[in-house]
């Protein structure tokens, strides 16, 4: 029984595909097209897919689509007739687009597939459509592994719902309770990034990693105008400060004059005033997350909580709530956003809808790793690099590792492409940049030279899994790269009181732990922990490095430049790495050294390209 799962036409389209209820393949569009959240049609990712599994459109039993159009439409023009008159700019800029394709997204699903298999409407499997929602609970709950578990889906909106909570057991999805539009948790932190001059929809994460740098100075005001929150987090906004519900920007005059001024200009400094923005915002949404989940176990009883939805990628939050909050364990959906909702799409069909059995053990989850995409063989490689005259030494995994051990251990900056590609945001040794940990000016090394990017961002340290409580304080896994953890005490370097009195950005250069270029300004680690069973030469290269310095780190963040969409190939790999100031290479068993390849001809406009997003 196969079964394709479908996002698309909103942002990061994705295709995904279960057979005979196993998470077969799964990839986003973006990582083929090089448009990053790409929402288009997924052509590219479900080729992929069904490559991966050596069957073609016309043996796929089943298509699902992971939301529904016609409830969403009836959303937006609900919507404007009850702010109407205003907003009706914003509704003939919308209406064009839903009256000339998305009404019939039905039609054009079916001739995308057509055109894309070669077949006729006739030929093509049933196309189903599932609430976006549920697509999200059960791309939560389904690879999970429980039995039973509360779930939590907090994005921006589906087709109403912003907010919904569910009760997952065996092979069932029960909707429980749900926040419908315009009060959502997701767009309140999106309107925040849009205000602090962050792009909308990708620029959250940026809000999260600024937010240490401040101070929580705005929380009483955000919390007396902006939201009612109840007890049990329910929440309603106050609607007189937002402009998203019908207007082309977040917020309006209003939110401006509440918090003294207009948004910042996308690239301009960035000040303490929006440090101290992203901080109060950070601790705004952690302490209705803290509420809702208590609020949730008290309702359900269940012991472990799943969660989905473009909220559940806020790492601090999700950190605090596994030490604080009410549950056991937590499992959190590695392609949270609307991604993922291709799967949550394909399994809903398999359990649901085909009414099939789950086993769970309550230790493993079924996603293996999220290394769900398309695999590069030695000989594909070979071919490529020889076809571009590419030098590079072939070596067997023996010589590979402590070679690369050494490499990294000089502070040498190394691209690292190894097994399939990892679905979801994150690169979790499938497409990586890794460096050494314990260099002190790694951090700047990578932002500036590497990554093209703002040099507040921190990145992740990527340690053997049985290592991961000697240097941080966490007793639990975090495969995914979605926990954020302090670091050990018995780590850290204790500040000098001159260092204590820096404010903001001067915190950044500060050297506060024996891993300085993963220790975020307040002592914290977006961790991921590595499995020997799900990626094994990436613990094999970290146990090389623990060997060589004492330390089961490295630094772990995602094979591109800032704008562009995590490499997926052999070429984009190369590309990356001969535009970049990268010193080494790796393409599964081979090495490429930068001093040692030929010219690299292209111009430098290409960083012009992504330098607004």
């Given amino acids: 029984m196969n079964i394709l799962g479908i996002s698309a036409y909103y942002h990061d389209s994705a295709a995904a595909l279960v057979q005979d209820g196993v998470i077969s393949a799964a990839a986003q569009e973006e990582r083929f097209s090089r448009k990053k959240h790409d929402a288009g049609f997924p052509e590219n990712a479900i080729r992929s ?12 039993d089943y298509v699902c689509f992971y939301d529904k159009p016609l409830v969403k439409f009836e959303r937006l023009i609900e919507t404007y007739l009850a702010y109407a008159p205003k907003g009706f700019s914003s509704f003939l800029a919308a209406m064009p687009v839903w009256l000339k394709e998305k009404l019939y997204l039905k039609s054009t699903l079916k001739k995308e597939l057509c055109r894309l298999a070669g077949l006729s409407e006739k ?33 921006g909106v589906g087709e109403w719902a912003t907010s919904t909570v569910w009760l997952g057991e065996g092979n069932k999805l029960e909707p429980l309770w749900e926040i419908d539009f315009p009060h959502s948790l997701g767009l309140l932190y999106s309107a925040f990034t849009y205000y602090t001059g ?38 309603r906004l106050d609607m007189r400060y937002f402009n998203y519900a019908t207007g082309l920007t977040m917020t309006n005059n209003k939110f401006n004059r509440l918090f003294a001024g207009p948004p910042r200009q996308p690239e301009s400094e960035i000040t303490q005033k929006e440090m101290d923005i992203a901080r109060s915002i950070q601790e705004v949404t952690e302490h209705i997350v803290l509420k809702l989940a208590t609020a949730i176990q008290k309702e359900t009883g269940a012991d472990y909580l799943c969660l989905a939805g473009g909220v559940a990628l806020n790492c ?9 909050g009410p549950f056991k364990e937590l499992w959190i959906q590695p392609a949270a956003g609307d991604a993922g909702g291709a799967l949550g799409a394909a399994l809903t069909v398999w359990y649901e ?9 309550n230790q493993n989850d079924h996603m293996r790793g999220s290394y769900l995409g398309r695999y590069y063989s030695n000989e594909e490689i070979r071919e490529y690099l020889d076809s571009i005259n590419a030098n590079y030494s072939e070596l067997p995994d023996t010589q590979l590792m402590p070679e690369l051990s050494d490499i990294i251990h000089s502070d040498n900056v190394v691209g690292w492409f190894n097994g399939p590609m990892e679905f979801g945001p994150r690169a979790l040794g499938g497409r990586s940049i890794i460096g050494n940990p314990r260099s002190k000016k ?43 953890a302090p670091i050990a005490k018995d780590k850290r370097i204790q500040m000098s009181e001159e260092q204590e009195e820096l404010f903001g950005i001067d915190k950044l250069n500060v050297v506060r732990s024996e891993i300085p270029a993963v220790t975020h300004v307040d002592y914290s680690a977006r961790i991921q922990t590595i499995h020997a069973e ?3 030469r990436f613990h094999d290269l970290i146990e090389h490095c623990e060997q060589k310095s004492g330390c089961p780190i490295v630094i772990n963040t995602s094979f591109n430049v800032r704008g562009e969409p995590i490499v997926a190939s052999p070429e984009d790999a190369y590309r990356c790495f001969m535009r970049t100031e990268m010193d080494y290479l790796v393409l599964e068993n081979f090495l490429l050294d930068k001093k040692q390849q030929p010219v690299w001809n292209e111009t430098d406009d290409w960083k012009n390209e992504f330098a607004l997003d």
């Fill in 49 to 60: 897919c069904l490559e991966a599994a050596n069957i073609t459109l016309a043996e796929v």
């Fill in 198 to 235: 962050f792009k909308v929809n990708s620029g959250e994460y940026k809000l999260m990693g600024l937010a240490p740098y401040g101070e929580p100075k705005y929380v009483d005001l955000i919390m007396e105008h902006l939201i009612d929150l109840k007890e049990d987090g329910t929440f």
């Fill in 353 to 361: 809808y085909l009414e099939n059995e789950r086993n769970s053990d």
């Fill in 534 to 536: 799900t990626n094994p």
């Fill in 316 to 324: 601090v939050a999700n950190g605090r709530l596994l030490r604080e």
């Fill in 123 to 155: 030929q093509l499997p049933p196309l189903l459509f599932n609430d976006h929602h549920r697509s999200h609970a059960a791309s939560a709950f389904y690879p999970s592994p429980y039995e039973k578990a509360a779930v939590l889906c907090l994005d």
């Fill in 442 to 484: 790694m951090q700047s090394i990578m932002n500036l030279k590497i990554k093209y990017r703002e040099s507040f961002r921190p990145f992740a340290p990527a340690v053997k899994a049985e290592k991961v409580s000697d240097w941080f304080e966490i007793e639990h896994k975090s495969p995914y790269m979605l926990l954020v």
